[in-house]
T-cell receptor, first 113, second 116 residues
């Protein structure tokens, strides 16, 4: 899997948008970008994924740059319950190597009142 | 759906003891996974299974064994517990691999294991 780089921590005011960046400059053509989050003492939770187009679901939006070397996860209206570690993961679509999710250090997002 | 359930939530073992961590999913998923997470670190894959009767090693399989006799259950066995196995263990499942719309992994709440 391509390596990802994320800032170790970020703060966000409650009600404001949280923009979490991820750099994946060595991503290859068949690799998807996934975002998971882990709230303290809980199992990781899937948020969103994408290949090259921007994606949106009920939880978040994912913006992928045209060259696919970086992406941004956007939580449009952050709440206190969004405080968590957010992981950006790049993985291939198929093959044995894709069975493993490689969790790096992630970004610890603190949403403050 | 209960999703992925794990038992027990917490366990303390003495060095050399054995135990089985249980994992069950009710989503009819083909793929199941075991990860461990050491304090302040990311998750590492221990074993995974692509269906009943089929298992394979992940990144850190030493000291563990698994079996998959049914689609729903994927127990993880520790035979001779060591302090290095102190960790939080997460089980996960996904419908299939190769199609991003269906290979999202869903995680259980975890088992916190301490080996003294």
């Amino acid at each position: 899997d391509a390596k990802t780089t994320q800032p170790p921590s970020m703060d966000c005011a409650e009600g404001r948008a949280a923009n979490l960046p991820c750099n994946h400059s060595t991503i290859s053509g068949n690799e998807y970008v996934y975002w998971y989050r882990q709230i303290h003492s809980q199992g990781p939770q899937y948020i969103i994924h994408g290949l090259k187009n921007n994606e949106t679901n009920e939880m978040a939006s994912l913006i992928i740059t045209e060259d696919r070397k970086s992406s941004t996860l956007i939580l449009p209206h952050a709440t206190l319950r969004d405080t968590a570690v957010y992981y950006c993961i790049v993985r291939p679509r198929g093959g044995a190597a894709g069975n493993m999710l490689t969790f790096g250090g992630g970004t610890r997002l603190m949403v403050k009142p | 759906n209960a999703g992925v359930t794990q038992t027990p939530k917490f366990r303390i073992l003495k060095i050399g003891q054995s135990m089985t961590l249980q994992c069950t999913q009710d989503m009819n998923h083909n793929y199941m996974y075991w990860y461990r997470q050491d304090p302040g670190m990311g998750l590492k894959l221990i074993y995974y299974s692509v269906g009943a009767g089929i298992t394979d090693k992940g990144e850190v399989p030493n000291g563990y064994n698994v079996s998959r006799s049914t689609t729903e259950d994927f127990p993880l066995r520790l035979e001779l517990a060591a302090p290095s196995q102190t960790s939080v263990y997460f089980c996960a499942s996904s419908y299939e691999r190769g199609r991003p719309s269906t290979d999202t992994q869903y995680f259980g709440p975890g088992t916190r294991l301490t080996v003294l």
